[in-house]
C-alpha cells in the first residue's frame, strides 16, 4: 500500500495508554475493557476528615488492588474538607491556602514515591459550575490550582488541569459563564481565557476537559456541529508551541439534560443502541491524537464515564458493567471491541477511502492501519440499509491476498466477506465492498493486507 495514503505510525504502547475509566473498583475486569488506567477522587476529607486526623488505610487498600491487577491511578485532588471550608460544602476554597497545601503536600509527597510511583495529578474536577465549585472561576486557579501545581511540580511529578466541563455553563451568578452548552467559540474563547489568566498555563502539563462528543453532528450553540475544532485550536495554540504538552479527556461518556420542570433525561440524540456511542465518543478523538505528533506515551488519553452506577440513575446506560451482576453492560461490550479487537497494534490512520450510503451520500468514516490490516469505522442512522466502502491504494494484483470481514460493534465476532469487485477511477484502481447494515449503527470493516 502506498505509504501517501497513511500517517505516521503511533507505537502499540501508545494506543494500548490512551484507554482509561473512571472510578475505581473492579480493577480485576480492567484487563477485560483494554484499559491499563483508572482516575479515581482521593478525596480530602475522608483523607483527614478532621485537622490533624489522617487517613490513608482506604487508599493504601485501593492502590493495592490496582497494582495487583497492574492499574495505573490518577488521583483527583478534591475537594475542600468540610472542616477547612470558608462555605458550608466542600465546594469552597479552605480557610487558609496553607490547609490545602498541607493536604496536596501528604498525597503527593506519599504515592509519587515507591511503591505507588503515581506521576499524574489533576487537581479539582468541573471548577467552571456551580455543582463543583461555588465561586468565581479566578479563585479556582489562584487558590487551588496554581498552588497545587507548585506542590506536584517539585515532586518532579505532572499536573493534569483545570478539567472543565465543556458541556455546561455556570448556573450561579458567582460562576462565571464558561459557555453554553457545547459552543465552540465560547469554548474556545473561554480556554484561552482561562489558561491566559496569571499565566495558568504554565503551572499545567496536561490539558483536561469533558464531554467532548467525539464527532457528533448535532447543533450546540452558534452553529457548532461538533468540538473536533477545539482540540485542534487546542494544538495550535499551546501544544504545538510547547506551552502545554498533551491532552487528557479525563470525563467522556453519555451525560444527562436537565430541563426545567423536567425529569433529566439523556441527550436527546443519545438514542439506543447506546453501545454505539463508545466508538463515536472515542474513535474520533483517538483518530485526531494519531495525527497530531503523538510523541511521548502519556501525550493523549480518554476516560470513560464510568465504570458502572445506580440502576436508578438517568446515567445507567453510560455505565460499563453492571455491578450487581457483575455482567458486562452493551457499553462495555463495545469498548471491548474498540480495544481489544480493533486497536490491537501500531496504529497509523489510513486516508484512502470512502464509504456511502445506499443512496450515494458519504458518511463519516475513519479508517486506520493497524499492524497488517485496515479497519474502516463508520457510523449509519437506523433508515440506512446498506453501506459501500471503496479502499484506494492497494495491490490489485496481490488481491488474492486480501481477506475482508465485518467485525460486529458489541461481540467482535468476524464474519468473512467473500464478494467483492476493482473498480478503475481516474487512473486508480480501488477496492468497493458492499454491506448490509443489518440494522446496526456501527459497522466495522476489517481488511488482511
Keep these: 500500500m502506498a505509504n501517501k495514503f497513511e500517517s505516521k505510525e503511533v507505537p502499540s504502547e501508545f494506543i494500548k495508554n490512551f484507554f482509561m475509566i473512571c472510578h475505581p473498583g473492579f480493577f480485576s475486569m480492567y484487563k477485560q475493557f483494554g484499559a491499563s488506567w483508572c482516575r479515581a477522587d482521593f478525596t480530602w476529607d475522608k483523607v483527614e476528615p478532621s485537622q490533624g486526623r489522617i487517613n490513608f488505610k ?39 491556602r496553607a490547609y490545602w497545601e498541607n493536604y496536596v503536600k501528604m498525597i503527593v509527597s506519599k504515592y509519587s514515591s515507591s511503591p505507588y510511583n503515581l506521576k499524574y495529578y489533576e487537581i479539582w474536577n468541573e471548577p467552571n459550575i456551580e455543582v463543583f465549585w461555588k465561586l468565581d472561576w479566578e479563585k479556582y486557579i489562584d487558590e487551588v490550582m496554581i498552588p497545587a501545581a507548585k506542590i506536584i511540580h517539585r515532586y518532579n511529578c505532572f499536573v493534569v488541569a483545570p478539567s472543565v466541563t465543556l458541556e455546561h455553563f ?25 489558561l491566559s489568566y496569571h499565566d495558568a498555563y504554565k503551572y499545567i502539563d496536561i490539558l483536561s476537559f469533558h464531554y467532548s462528543k467525539g464527532d457528533t453532528g448535532k447543533e450546540k450553540g452558534e452553529g457548532t456541529s461538533n468540538l473536533m475544532p477545539f482540540y485542534d485550536h487546542i494544538y495550535q495554540k499551546w501544544i504545538k508551541p510547547g506551552k502545554i504538552r498533551g491532552i487528557w479527556n479525563t470525563e467522556e461518556g453519555l451525560t444527562a439534560e436537565h430541563l426545567p420542570g423536567e425529569k433529566a433525561t439523556l441527550e436527546r440524540w443519545e438514542k439506543p443502541p447506546y453501545g454505539q456511542w463508545v466508538p463515536r465518543y472515542i474513535i474520533p478523538v483517538l483518530s485526531w491524537a494519531i495525527e497530531h505528533n503523538w510523541d511521548f506515551k502519556d501525550k493523549y488519553k480518554l476516560c470513560w464515564y464510568e465504570i458502572t452506577t445506580n440502576r436508578s440513575s438517568v446515567l445507567y446506560p453510560t455505565a460499563l458493567i453492571d455491578s450487581k451482576e ?14 481489544k479487537k480493533i486497536f490491537t497494534g501500531k496504529t497509523s490512520l489510513y486516508h484512502n477511502h470512502k464509504v456511502f450510503n445506499e443512496k450515494g451520500e458519504k458518511l463519516v468514516s475513519y ?65 468497493k465492498v458492499s454491506i448490509d447494515t443489518e440494522g446496526q449503527p456501527i459497522i466495522y470493516l476489517g481488511c488482511r493486507l
Excluded at 458550608?88 to 480557610?95: H, T, V
Excluded at 462565571?176 to 481565557?193: A, G, P
Excluded at 457483575?326 to 480495544?339: C, D, N, R, S
Aim: charged letters at 25%; proline letters at 3%; a positive charge.
Design 58 to 96: 482506604w487508599l493504601d487498600n485501593m492502590l493495592s488492588e490496582a497494582i495487583k491487577y497492574k492499574v495505573t491511578i490518577m488521583p483527583i485532588l478534591c475537594y475542600c474538607a468540610q472542616w477547612a471550608s470558608i462555605g458550608n460544602s466542600k465546594y469552597y476554597p479552605p480557610r487558609k
Design 170 to 194: 455556570g448556573y450561579s451568578p458567582a460562576c462565571f459563564e464558561f459557555l453554553q452548552r457545547w459552543n465552540l467559540k465560547n469554548c474556545i474563547e473561554r480556554i484561552d481565557e482561562w
Design 326 to 339: 457483575l455482567k458486562i453492560k452493551e457499553t462495555g461490550m463495545a469498548l471491548k471491541v474498540v480495544t
Design 367 to 431: 479508517g486506520f492501519r493497524i499492524d497488517n490490516k485496515l479497519i474502516i469505522a463508520t457510523w449509519v442512522d437506523k433508515n440506512v440499509k446498506n453501506v459501500e466502502f471503496h479502499l484506494g491504494g492497494l495491490n490489485k494484483e496481490k488481491s488474492s491476498n486480501l481477506k475482508l470481514s465485518r467485525i460486529d460493534y458489541l461481540s467482535g465476532e468476524e464474519t468473512n466477506i467473500n464478494q467483492f469487485k476493482w473498480v478503475s477511477e481516474n487512473r486508480e484502481n480501488f477496492l
